[in-house]
């Protein structure tokens, strides 16, 4: 599995609509998100802003130390906020194409499975693969 490239192309990222591969650690890489309940609450929080249609997240992981997220924005909005919002060490890659897409997604999902979390991709429960089979398995069932 290749690591897809980091940072943006400053010139790309004034476009109206955008798509980015991000990714943003833990304060010195600590294992802050490993639990169940901090977990949980980010991707509650990533509920609610995907719930006012800001941004899209198409897929994401959140492992114990660090969380990718293969998300669209619209640049519909402007906020005028001129400070920093991530640490240093955030990092982004605008996806232009279908095939830059798909390899970031398949770079999501395998994370868990290359730090040995899990076997398969769809078993590790803090990711939007997990999520999407559960969401079709209910669907199957009901």
Do not use: C
Not at 49 to 70: R, S
Request: no cysteine.
């Amino acid at each position: 599995m290749a690591k897809p490239a980091r940072n943006s192309i400053p010139s790309a990222i004034l476009s109206n609509s955008r798509t980015f591969f991000v990714t943003s650690k833990t304060v010195s890489g600590r294992a802050l998100l490993q639990t169940q309940r901090n977990a949980m609450l980010l991707i509650d929080v990533m509920r609610s802003y995907t719930a006012t249609a800001e941004f899209k997240i198409h897929d994401f992981v959140i492992m114990p130390d660090h969380v990718h997220f293969l998300i669209t924005v619209s640049g519909v909005k402007e906020y005028g906020y001129a400070r920093d919002i991530w640490q240093r060490g955030f990092s982004e890659v605008r996806v232009d194409d279908r095939k830059s897409f798909l390899a970031h997604r398949v770079y999501i999902e395998q994370n868990p499975v290359k730090a040995g979390f899990v076997e398969r991709a769809e078993d590790f429960p803090y990711s939007s693969i997990f999520l999407r089979r559960q969401k079709a398995a209910a669907a199957k069932a009901g």
